[in-house]
């Protein structure tokens, strides 16, 4: 189990390079120079990920507007993420880290209980990372309902701090 201190507000953001459904890849240096949220969730058509993925969806022109992309990681393949995308009708970009190196890297890979019984799984986390970087806002263990327009509100003031900003 991963408990990286590595992933918090202030720390540059753990390098990653994962392939997306749809094609083509995404890594942190691809993103350099613009924000971006990775929001990590345990499985694709469940419902608490179905819902979460739902939500970024239905706000990515905003967040897109504000010039900071979305990408949901899970270790799903990217054959699932394509069934999961065609079934909800998801806008936002689906990471596969079927490795598991990236969740390792950011500390969501925990272990997990329920029913009494222990198993290895992905915590569901949020990370706003700034254009330089570096992570800016962390959500852990989160609760989906208002969860992706709290992020969206994070991204605002987060690009309306950033130098340069209105200029």
Do not use: Q
């Amino acid at each position: 189990m991963n408990t990286s201190a590595a992933a918090e507000p202030g720390a540059p953001c753990p390098a990653f390079d994962m392939p997306l459904e749809g094609g083509g890849r995404v890594s942190n240096d691809m993103l350099r120079g613009r924000p971006f949220v990775l929001y990590f969730y345990p499985k694709d058509d469940t419902s608490g990920c179905t819902r979460e993925a739902i939500a970024f969806s239905e706000l990515r022109d905003a967040f897109e507007e504000l010039g900071v992309t979305v990408i949901g990681v899970s270790r799903d393949s990217l054959e699932k993420h394509r069934r999961f995308r065609e079934k909800h009708g998801l806008t936002v970009a689906l990471a596969s880290d079927e490795s598991g190196a990236i969740t390792e890297a950011f500390g969501v890979w925990v272990e997990k209980s329920m029913y009494g019984r222990r198993y290895m799984g992905i915590e569901r986390a949020t990370f706003l990372v700034d254009g330089e970087g570096r992570i800016r806002r962390v959500w852990r263990k989160v609760k989906v309902p208002g969860h992706a327009e709290a992020v969206l509100e994070a991204a605002r003031a987060l690009v309306r701090a950033a130098p340069g900003a209105g200029t």
